[in-house]
């Protein structure tokens, strides 16, 4: 309705169970856009901020395997040169370059172990931290339309491994 400012969410499981999708789940719910945010090693902090600072009111801005960039507050990327740092990120989530009006910030991770504390435990930053586990039966049977796949099938099951 416009009422609030930002408001966001951190959500982390194992892979595949379903927080991308949730996700755009409430994007297409909402109609809003959804903008990724991709952290290169050649960025600079100015660069950070500006992309933070040219997210446009009433969207969903999707920080995607989080815990693949940073571990805690070191990042982790396969370069020694990356330009910008922790700090400039927080920053700019914060809302340094931009009011984030109705603006929805959505953060995966899989090992929320790698994800620093100043984006779990500030609801100012992250509101709502949730953990994703494995879709229930009564789920799976929704999603696939038949009751014989969800106790025949394994919710791990994966049709590349040749070990099964």
Request: charged share 25%.
């Amino acid at each position: 309705t416009g009422e609030k400012s930002k408001t966001s969410l951190l959500l982390y499981g194992a892979p595949g169970n379903g927080k991308t999708q949730f996700i755009k789940y409430l994007a297409r719910k909402y109609s809003l856009p959804i903008y990724v945010v991709y952290l290169n090693p050649d960025y600079s902090n100015l660069d950070i901020a500006t992309m933070f600072a040219s997210i446009p009111r009433r969207s969903l801005v999707l920080m995607e395997d989080f815990d693949s960039y940073f571990n805690g507050r070191e990042c982790t990327m396969k370069n020694d040169k990356v330009k910008f740092t922790f700090d400039a990120f927080i920053n700019a989530l914060d809302g340094v370059h931009n009011d984030y009006k109705q603006v929805i910030f959505a953060m995966t991770a899989n090992d929320i172990k790698k994800v620093d504390s100043s984006l779990t435990t500030r609801p100012s930053r992250f509101k709502f931290v949730c953990e994703f586990g494995p879709p229930s039966d009564e789920v799976r049977k929704t999603i696939l339309g038949d009751d014989n796949l969800v106790t025949t099938i394994p919710f791990n099951y994966n049709p590349w491994d040749c070990n099964d």
